[in-house]
Structure formats: C-alpha cells, structure tokens
C-alpha cells in the first residue's frame, strides 16, 4: 500500500506564488505516474497535472498551464507543484494522486489508485 503525504499548502496573496510537495512511501516499485488535483468547495475534484515517472511527460489542466510546473525527484519519489501567478479561482483542497499502472489518460478520478490528504491553498484578492 502506498502512502502519499503532501506539504506545502497555505495561504498566499493574488500574484504569488508555493509550491507543494508529496512524498510517496509504502511501495515495492515506482509509481507509473503522480499528479495534483483539488477541490473547491461544493465542486468536484478536478485534474491539475501529471507527470509520468520513467518519461518524464507532463500535463496540465488548461486553467493553469503557463503559470504551474509539475516535477518529479525520482530518487526521493517526491513530486512538486510549481504555483506561480496565483489567483483566487486557485483556492482549493489540492490532493496528491499516484496511479501504480499505465493509463493512456490521467485526466480522470479513475486512473488514480492512491490519494493523499489534501493540503490547502487559499489565495486572498
């Protein structure tokens, strides 16, 4: 079982910038891929970004593509979140996801198979 813990969240004004990190534990091999969701309240959880673990490709929701950068530290099976050029709309829950197999999309819930805890960002006007 593979354990993901996120840091990073908190509270941040209009046009700044975190970035947040999740460590995953517990697994006897590396994660296909690792991503970044979140969560506003009274909506759904949304896709943010992926990476795959051995290429390296990433992908991004277009809401935040220009202004967040995904990454990975194979060794520490760490992955960040980049977020630069915050805005309110960017407030959320964001959840950590590892997918252990290769989906051909990572878009969906479904292609997750662990998720972390969430950590909070809220970006003040």
């Known amino acids: 079982q593979v354990q993901l813990v996120e840091s990073g969240g908190g509270l941040v004004q209009a046009e700044g910038s975190l970035r947040l990190s999740c460590t995953a534990s517990?697994?006897?091999?590396?994660?296909?891929?690792m991503g970044w969701f979140r969560q506003a309240p009274g909506r759904e959880r949304d896709f943010v970004a992926a990476?795959?673990?051995?290429?390296?490709?990433?992908y991004y929701a277009d809401s935040v593509k220009g202004r967040f950068t995904i990454s990975r530290d194979n060794a520490k099976n760490t992955v960040y979140l980049q977020m630069n050029s915050l805005k309110p709309e960017d407030t959320a829950v964001y959840y950590c996801?590892?997918?252990?197999?290769?989906?051909?999309?990572?878009?969906?819930?479904?292609?997750?198979?662990?998720w972390g805890q969430g950590t909070q960002v809220t970006v003040s006007s």
């Open positions: 996801a590892a997918s252990r197999y290769y989906r051909v999309s990572l878009l969906s819930k479904s292609a997750w198979d662990f």
């Open positions: 990476i795959r673990w051995s290429s390296g490709s990433t």
């Open positions: 517990g697994g006897s091999v590396s994660p296909n891929a």
